[in-house]
């Protein structure tokens, strides 16, 4: 008998830098594997595209670029994995995603003079997330962490700024989850929303962000 491929989730991971979004996408995508399922991590930016160099040389503080340019070559980004990204779901294989269109509109929101719609533009009709995880930090939690690094955007008055564009760009159906706890109790939290999401995302079709 034939069987329906079915397709695999888009997950993605959202939230201000030092939350934990990358540790929790590594171990889900290894928790989800173990358990038979297909899943891959992809993160934006992908930095190993010629656009992903520029974009690194830029956040490294190696080369300037005009604010809106870089805003639009952060959303070329994800454009150019789109293929990748539609075969992969609809080979079967769910994607954990560290970051995408809104860090993209989050992060240039926070900077003078940028307008929220104008920003979400570029991003208009990317595939759209089955399921968005807000990592959430307190202050305080914040606080305890190791040290911002020393890329550009990587200090608290700019992240208190993208935070409340995080907010403003919040859907109803996103998953508000407080990073606040221990790495293994945040895991287990994620997984049992993410097999859901899996779940009843196998035969709906992929829809488009933003359109
Ligand atoms: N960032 C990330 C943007 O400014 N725009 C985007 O579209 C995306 C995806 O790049 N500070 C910012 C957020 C982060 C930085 O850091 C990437 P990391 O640690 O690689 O996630």
Known sequence: MLHKMTRGALIVFEGC??????????????????????????????RSTAIGQTISGYLEKKSELEDHAVHLLFSANRWELVPKMLRLLNSGTTLIVDRYAYS???????KPGFDLQWCKQPDVGLPKPDQVLY????????????AFGTERYENTEFQERVAKNFEILKEHDWKIVNAGKSIEDLHGEIKSIVTQTVESSKDKPILKLWS
């Open 104 to 110: 993209g509109v989050a992060f240039t929101g926070a």
């Open 17 to 46: 830098d030092r939350c934990g979004k990358t540790t929790q996408c590594k171990k889900l995508v290894d928790a989800l594997n173990r358990d038979g399922g297909k899943a891959e991590f992809m993160r934006f930016p992908e």
């Open 135 to 146: 990592l959430t930090l307190s202050p305080e939690e914040a606080s305890k962490r190791a």
